[in-house]
């Protein structure tokens, strides 16, 4: 068994190749689902070094991507080892997606990767996307969490379109909205009647972590 906690700094520190290394000699060990598990765990708590590292500036936007470049592809080397019902329930459910009128998602797939980094399962509905479709995912995935990205101005719009269209089909009493992307502020989530807002792809995360704990 390899050492999870060489891994998780592996990851933390960016280091593509030494956590590739690592996983292919947990591979050759051929182990077992419960120990998978506790190398993916540790592959989400390098995600958490990562996004303390972006916190307090040491990390930029392009090592977030990176970061979660480098996750998505340990997952997928991961994924075979694990029996279907391996490891801890999902912590909650995010329908997730940029609103319409917008087209960006570098902020959204960051905010994605450290989500499902931590625990959550992510319904990514993609971009440019109308009111409609976020309630369609709501009464399809039954989320905790609905979050809307926006970078554009005109995105502010949008987003209130969106929360208004869910208290109208009367599912807003059972999700958190949250809002993130350049277009947001406190004054912007006030007036779209958001829970939470932020810029901030991690602290996000922990706030949702709260919401659901």
């Not at 970061?67 to 991961?78: D, F, G, R």
């Not at 319409?100 to 931590?118: C, F, R, T, V």
Request: proline share 2%; net charge negative; aromatic share 6%.
């Amino acid at each position: 068994m390899i050492d999870t906690a060489i891994l998780k700094q592996a990851l933390g520190d960016l280091e593509e190749d030494k956590v590739e290394a690592l996983l292919d000699e947990l591979i050759a060990e051929n182990p077992t689902a419960e120990e998978t598990q506790l190398v993916v765990e540790a592959c989400q708590q390098g995600m958490e070094i990562v996004g303390d590292n972006f916190e307090t500036g040491e990390y930029f936007v392009g090592d977030l991507m990176y970061a979660a470049q480098i996750l998505t592809n340990s997952l997928a080397k991961l994924k075979p080892l694990m029996s279907a019902d391996a490891g801890q329930a999902a912590k909650g459910v995010i329908v997730l997606g940029t609103v319409a009128g917008d087209i960006h998602d570098i902020g959204k797939n960051i905010y994605k990767a450290l989500s499902e980094a931590a625990g959550f399962t992510v319904i990514d509905i993609g971009i440019d996307q109308p009111a409609a479709a976020f309630i369609d995912a709501i009464k399809t995935n039954e989320p905790q969490i609905v979050g809307l990205s926006g970078v554009l101005t005109l995105s502010i719009a949008s987003m209130k379109d969106i929360i208004d269209t869910i208290k109208e089909a009367g599912l807003r009493d059972s999700v958190k909205v949250m809002i993130g992307g350049n277009a947001v502020s406190a004054e912007t989530c006030e007036y779209v009647g958001a829970d939470y807002w932020s810029k901030n792809a991690a602290a996000s995360v922990r706030k949702g972590l709260e919401y659901v704990s």
